[in-house]
Every structure is written in C-alpha cells, then in structure tokens.
C-alpha cells in the first residue's frame, strides 16, 4: 500500500506526527455493519470475520482492514467494514461486501497503545491534529481505515495498528 515509508508513532497524549503516504487502489472485502451511537459492537464483528482470514478467495497479503465509511455524512452513525485486501470480488462468500479503496494521499498514524484507547487517538487526529494542520480530508470513498499488521495481536488488543486518513494534495 505504501510507497516505503514507515509511519511514525501517534503517541496518546503527545505530539502526533504522521508520516504521507501516496496510497494504491485496494478493493477490501469482508463483513460491514452499521453503526448508530455506539461502536460498541465492532470487537463482535472482529470474532465472526477472524476465523474467515486466510479463506478468502483472491486474498492479497495477510494485512487486515477496519474501513470507516459513511461517518462523515452523520455524526451518529457509521458503516465499519471488517475486512482483508483482495484482488478480485468475483469469487468472495455472498454474505461479504467490499470497499474500493481509491489510489491518494493519506496522513499515516501509527497507534501504539491497547486497542481500547484507539478511538481517543483518532479524536486527537481529527479534533487537534487536522485542525492545525495545512490539510483537508478528502471526503470522497473511505473516511479513513485502520491497518492490523503484523506487529498488532488481535488476542491481546495490543501492537501497532496503522490510522490511513486521506487527505488532498
């Protein structure tokens, strides 16, 4: 996804220093719901997409994805696509839907701490970071996705987990 770079750490209550990414079109395939005041739900949308990874048809590496969209548009309700990178969305299980994720220019931001706390690190980048910033969301497609790799284990919420926000040039 990246054009080699390595996102530097968004530490929880200090500076938030992304690095920018020229990002590749992606197509992210997996469960989605939707969300309304609470994302409380989204740790049992992980359970029933998990034992799925490495299944999937036409899957391309072993990155998996949370792709918030829709969030933009009402402040109280979301649509959050647990999901993996996929070549093609021909042969995928008929209960998945997919996300194009389109080829930009994000701000990446690498979250350290227990994934509990990874909705304060992305109020900080929205309510602090982007403000003070000289740039703009870009507001077309995905609001932003979370990146797992292999440095984050999902038994123990623990591990970096990259935050790709969009932004124009």
């Known amino acids: 996804m990246s054009n080699g770079s390595t996102a530097i750490a968004a530490a929880p209550g200090g500076e938030l220093d992304p690095c920018f990414v ?40 072993a990155a998996t994805y ?11 309700s979301f ?11 021909a042969r995928l299980p008929k ?20 994934l509990s706390a990874l909705p304060r690190t992305m109020q900080a980048i929205m309510r602090e ?16 996705f979370e990146r797992y790799g292999d440095e984050f284990d999902p038994r123990t919420g623990t591990g970096a987990v990259e935050l790709w926000i969009p932004i124009k040039h």
Not at 25 to 48: D, F, H
Not at 79 to 89: A, D, F, P, R
Not at 132 to 144: I, M, P, T, W
Request: with cysteine; aromatic share 12%; charged share 25%.
């Open 22 to 61: 020229d990002g590749r079109r992606m197509l992210v395939a997996g469960i989605a719901e939707r969300y309304s005041g609470s994302n409380a739900g989204i740790p049992e949308q992980w359970r029933r997409f998990a034992p799925q990874i490495a299944k999937i048809p036409d899957q391309a590496g």
């Open 66 to 76: 949370g792709v918030i969209f829709d969030s933009l548009k009402n402040a109280y």
């Open 79 to 89: 649509g959050y696509l647990s999901g993996v990178e996929v070549s093609s969305v």
């Open 95 to 114: 209960e998945f839907c997919h996300l194009e994720i389109p080829a930009q220019r994000y701000a990446v931001f690498t979250h350290r701490d227990h």
């Open 129 to 144: 970071w982007l403000p003070n910033s000289r740039h703009e969301l870009v507001k077309d497609g995905a609001d932003f």
